[in-house]
């Protein structure tokens, strides 16, 4: 059974990091965009950061403003989300998603995605 599993999230003090990860199990990563989302209580899902099949290539919502780094370890199947500098508005639930599709240009919108992990809760306190 394909999966995308999370890990990484906690409570975290604002100003502090966390590196979220999603491995994949069942599927590979290696020729498909990944993705970060976001989901506050009472809020739309919202794009965070995306990467290219290679891992050469991000996007990243303005919100960031440089403090994310997205990756991807195609030989451990898996892809990264280092946040540093976090803010309380940061606290929601982050998912990653991968295509099925082969694509070149990264996506930033979470329809383009075809599988998408649990979850994984960061909880920012101010």
């Known amino acids: 059974q394909d999966q995308l599993i999370e890990s990484g999230g906690g409570l975290v003090q604002a100003g502090g990091s966390l590196q979220l990860s999603c491995a994949a199990s069942g599927r590979t990563l290696s020729n498909y965009l990944a993705g970060w989302f976001r989901q506050a209580p009472g809020k739309e899902r919202e794009f965070v950061a995306a990467?290219?099949?290679?891992?050469?290539?991000?996007t990243y919502a303005d919100f960031v403003e440089g403090r994310f780094t997205m990756s991807k370890d195609n030989l451990k199947n898996t892809v990264y989300l280092q946040m540093d500098s976090l803010k309380p508005e940061g606290t929601a639930t982050y998912y990653c998603a991968v295509t099925r599709q082969v694509r070149a240009v990264l996506e930033a919108t979470a329809s383009g995605y075809d599988d998408w992990g649990q979850g994984t809760q960061v909880t920012v306190s101010s």
């Open positions: 990467i290219s099949a290679d891992g050469g290539r991000t």
